[in-house]
């Protein structure tokens, strides 16, 4: 019998060589939309890639709830074999061997929308912060000793405290937070991006667990070459709910029609059950189309906008441009030789080095402004009631800022700058183009440079 433990909070998977009755922990395993308990049954995305990895070698799994400090015990103890959803610590590779990962998990602050001083992990010196016991975030917290680290029963509690300012901020992965901000409607809370640390969490076996590791290993890299990875993906963040799936809602209409046949008490009282129910589905698909939103216009690794996003803004501001006689500008910058960086030190190094640019150029971004990904490594900002001599000062600056910082891992890293002023009655294609055309220009100049297109 080989029993897997499942967490990034609480659950557990067994994987069995031949059929025997599945471990299982009683405990809380409400961690939508990764791993929670719905009607008795397990259910996820951490999950759904497990089962399909299993599949794909032949191992059989049933999946159980269990509180993860429990779960992790399990494993320790060698009750167990393995758990999923876990996060690689110091701590933890000193007892566990870790597998490919299996999904990425941003970790978030949260905090009251009023409390606008809270804008980062190094202003929460001082206060109070909620974690559960036992899984990474409390774990990350540890090194900062001027954090007051405040042990929840669960997430739900740690935001009805937030909410009632028994805390100060909440530091929990970004699914999880939103999922109870729109469960419990916590109007009051707001979510801080960027994320404060970013990782792939994996399936964990005891050290020297070899065999098992291997067979875990080979399922999730056919999952990932057969396209199976990337369905249950697209299932979890682009079905039209997420925590209450279209067939759940077709069984209760089917139970509604059985129950149409008892006596009217027992049909009022359903009744009763089933408009519970669909306020449940309700707040789901709320949350739902609020997250597809948010992917369908914003870049997923950087968090700024997306392309998709500036093009229908960008419109927006010619108009306002023209009929107020205002002056605006577009500014299109781009990483020096950022190849380079992915061929010396790797592509996840080289979107470290994305996400901390994005951060520094985002920190010099007005409210007016929108500043968003292009492609790639470039991007572009439209700057509005902005002429030459401000953006051409706004661009020098971030030049240099980017110039003179030591990005992590990868060292000294430069950009090249275009800047277009507005002409009334211009084309958006035409305005654009000669802000591209002035980037080259900087780029043929030795790189590293700011240039002003010419009307």
């Known amino acids: 019998m080989t029993a897997l433990l499942c967490g990034l909070g609480f659950s557990l998977v067994s994987f069995a060589g031949e059929p025997s009755p599945p471990l299982r922990f009683l405990g809380n395993a409400e961690l939508p939309p990764m791993v929670w308990s719905h009607h008795g049954n397990t259910q996820g995305v951490a ?38 959803q876990i996060n690689q ?23 009251r929308t009023k409390d606008i001083q809270i804008s980062g992990i190094d202003s929460l010196s001082g206060r109070k912060v909620g974690v559960e016991a036992g899984g990474f975030p409390i774990e990350f917290l540890q090194k900062y000793d001027q954090i007051g680290v405040v042990v929840v029963p669960n997430w739900s509690d740690a935001f009805a405290k937030l909410s009632a300012s028994e ?38 076996v005891k050290k020297g667990n070899t065999a098992l590791l291997a067979k875990i290993n080979e399922g999730l890299r056919r999952i990932e070459s057969n396209g199976t990875r990337q369905s249950i993906l697209r299932k979890w963040e682009a079905k039209e709910v997420v925590y209450l799936t279209r067939e759940s809602i077709d069984r209760i209409i089917m139970a509604a029609a059985a129950a149409a046949a008892l006596f009217m008490l027992g049909v009022i009282a359903y009744l009763y059950r089933q408009r519970k129910n669909l306020q449940s589905a309700n707040s789901a698909l709320e949350f ?33 441009a023209d009929r107020y006689k205002q002056p605006l500008s577009v500014l299109i910058f781009d990483i020096d030789q950022f190849k380079l960086v992915n061929d010396s030190y790797g592509h996840l190094v080289g979107d470290r080095v994305l996400v901390e640019l994005c951060d520094m150029a985002r920190q010099q971004t007005r409210d007016s402004d929108l500043l968003a ?9 439209l700057m509005p009631n902005t002429g030459p001599n401000e953006a051409m000062a706004v661009a020098e600056k ?10 992590a891992d990868a060292g000294s890293i430069t950009a090249s700058f275009g800047i277009a002023p507005y002409q009334p009655g211009e084309s958006v294609d035409h305005w654009i183009s000669r802000a591209d055309t002035a980037l080259y220009e900087a780029k043929q100049e030795g790189r590293n440079t700011v240039k002003i297109a010419h009307i």
């Open 89 to 111: 610590t110091p701590q933890r590779l000193e007892i566990y061997d870790f597998s490919d990962p299996l999904l990425k998990s941003n970790f978030h602050i949260f905090r």
């Open 288 to 320: 739902a189309n609020e997250r597809l939103s948010r992917l369908a216009t914003t870049d997923t690794l950087t968090g700024l906008w997306n392309r998709l996003h500036f093009e229908e803004r960008v419109g927006h501001e010619l108009i306002k």
């Open 398 to 407: 971030l030049r240099a800022n980017f110039a003179s910082h030591n990005f």
């Open 373 to 381: 990904r292009w492609g790639g490594e470039e991007f572009i900002m």
């Open 47 to 84: 999950v759904d890639l497990v089962n399909a990895a299993a599949h794909q070698v032949g191992l059989s799994i049933s999946i159980v709830g269990a509180d993860w400090k429990t779960a992790q015990d399990e494993l320790r103890d060698g009750k167990t074999d393995a758990l999923i």
């Open 167 to 204: 805390i100060d901020a909440v530091f929990v992965d970004r699914w999880v937070g939103e999922y109870e901000l729109y469960q419990h409607k916590f109007n009051n809370i707001t979510l801080i991006d960027p994320p404060v640390v970013t990782l792939e969490s994996s399936i964990a």
